[in-house]
């Protein structure tokens, strides 16, 4: 299979990346930041350099062609402004979707968050509120297009302690904390998992091992 990742980059792209690329996946890492190349190289991915928030929708269906699948994981990250949140987590989501239908490419992968389809608590964070709204509307739009196949995932806290390779994966979980090593291999079980399609999941931690949790999630058992 071959994926193409924007936000090539990232904590659970890359760790995605090592999955896929040991296994014989091919994968395509989108980042802005050519300075990255070499690590995207090391981890077994080809590199390309797109800045989603300016490039067109043309340019970016030109990089998934041939692709079998493509994976949202870009996002302006902390210590970004509200207006990149805007930018970035809401609107190169959808240019990527665009840009998939452009190309004929139908699997569609999101990395979203949890508590997105509710309006903040109040007293939350601008920023923070900000961010919330921007996934919350580009997970709407994904979620509308019947010319993918879209699967958004919105994991718990994360954090960077080692994977523990078991998982609660449902519609709704309650709230809690995920190793990114853990969404990296529910992402690379989703991948190859078409029944999965037109489904919003919830991730924490938990006692299911991953393969079994994302057969369960998919009517296998």
């Not at 994926?3 to 014989?24: M, Q």
């Not at 609107?91 to 309006?119: K, Q, T």
Request: aromatic share 2%; glycine share 12%; proline share 6%.
């Amino acid at each position: 299979m071959h994926l193409v990742i924007a936000g090539g980059h990232g904590k659970i792209a890359r760790r995605l990346t090592r999955l896929l690329s040991a296994r014989g996946d091919n994968v395509t890492g989108l980042i802005r930041n050519p300075d990255h190349a070499d690590d995207l190289r090391a981890d077994g991915a080809e590199p390309v350099v797109c800045d989603l928030e300016h490039a067109s929708v043309d340019e970016v269906a030109g990089h998934l062609g041939g692709a079998d699948a493509a994976l949202f994981a870009a996002g302006a990250g902390p210590g970004s402004g509200a207006a990149r949140k805007q930018t970035v987590d809401r609107n190169a989501a959808i240019l990527l979707a665009d840009a998939a239908e452009r190309a004929g490419l139908r699997r569609f992968l999101v990395i979203s968050a949890m508590g997105v389809d509710s309006p903040p608590p109040p007293g939350t964070d601008p920023v923070f509120a900000a961010y919330l709204k921007a996934k919350g509307e580009a997970d709407a739009d994904i979620a509308s297009r019947p010319g993918l196949d879209w699967t958004i995932l919105r994991p718990g806290m994360l954090t960077d302690d080692p994977g523990s390779g078991r998982v609660t994966l449902a519609e709704h979980t309650d709230r809690g904390q995920v190793p990114r090593d853990d969404v990296a291999a529910v992402l690379a079980a989703l991948l190859h998992e078409p029944r999965t399609a037109g489904r919003i999941l919830e991730l924490i931690s938990g006692s299911t091992p991953v393969e079994a949790a994302v057969r369960a999630v998919a009517g296998g058992g």
